[in-house]
């Protein structure tokens, strides 16, 4: 009798002990979705994993939170060199010299926007032409500011339920508006300078070009785009982009941003001194 109301002790106790140890989380692991098995999540705090795209759960991040400082991993900085255009956009396209691609001029004689410290425009500052530089979300209550870190321009999305002004004041990176589907963020955007290029390759648009951009955090380290472009007077079907990947940089997070302005007087000082001779320019 002894013997039995000791192994049953001993059972229970066992039992109330391998219940306990269920019940308690531990570092890393989750209970799963569902019934039974456990689901492992990355512990605290999650690193960048630049060779590992979603190894860090979206479970521990809301897919609504985008804010932090992203750099592109993957998806072109252009639009390409087979973009179908309206005999207008064609003639608007010849007309720009660009420093880069198959049409590319020496820099001296070109017409870059950029080579005299012009805006980049918004579609040249969303797929971050400039080789290294990042943008980073900062997300308010009604509106969600989106700071690029070459030459230091921003822009505001309105989330607050705005519609597009009738007459915008054309603008460098246009007026836009954002709204989630689901967990994708969607911003529209109109009223652009028509002076800006879409890209290093020298495509035009009009100031009547609309652009919708898609984003979906797809991992706390991992932020999907994609972008469509809608200009009928020099493109006759949309533009629709590749998916671009960046990645979470959370050192340029916590750190001071670089100071890269692009600054007109000491552009002016390159031309003289270095581009234009390079070309076989004269100074001015």
């Known amino acids: 009798m002894r013997l039995r109301l000791f192994v049953v002790t001993m059972a229970a106790c066992a039992a109330l002990s391998l219940g306990q140890v269920k019940s308690e989380p531990r570092p890393g692991v989750a209970p799963a979705a569902g019934r039974g098995g456990v689901r492992v999540i990355p512990p605290e705090p999650c690193v960048n994993q630049w060779t590992v795209p979603g190894a860090c759960d979206i479970g521990r991040v809301d897919p609504r939170d985008l804010s932090g400082v992203w750099t592109r991993a993957t998806g072109s900085g252009s639009l390409g060199n087979d973009v179908k255009m309206t005999p207008a956009g064609e003639a608007k396209f010849m007309a720009n010299k660009p420093s880069f691609g198959p049409r590319m001029v020496p820099p001296a004689l070109g017409n870059d926007p950029m080579g005299h410290c012009d805006p980049l425009g918004l579609v040249r500052n969303i797929i971050l032409e400039v080789a290294g530089r990042s943008f ?27 519609a597009f002004p009738k007459d915008p004041e054309l603008r460098w990176n246009g007026y836009s508006v954002g709204k989630w589907e689901g967990n ?56 629709v982009s590749g998916v671009k990947t960046h990645r979470l940089n959370p050192e340029r997070t916590e750190d001071d941003k670089i100071e890269t302005f692009c600054v007109p007087s000491e552009e002016e000082n390159f031309n003289q001194n270095i581009r234009n001779p390079a070309a076989g320019l004269g100074k001015k």
């Open 136 to 162: 980073e979300f900062a997300q308010m209550n009604d509106r969600v500011i989106q700071f690029y870190e070459w030459a230091h321009q921003y822009r505001t999305i309105w989330t607050d339920g705005r």
């Open 184 to 239: 994708t963020f969607v911003v529209d955007t109109m009223g652009f300078d028509p002076r800006t290029w879409l890209d290093n390759l020298g495509h035009p648009h009009t100031e009547n070009m609309r652009v919708q951009e898609r984003y979906t955090r797809t991992d706390r380290n991992t932020l999907t785009m994609t972008f469509t472009i809608t200009d009928p007077a020099y493109y006759p079907e949309p533009y």
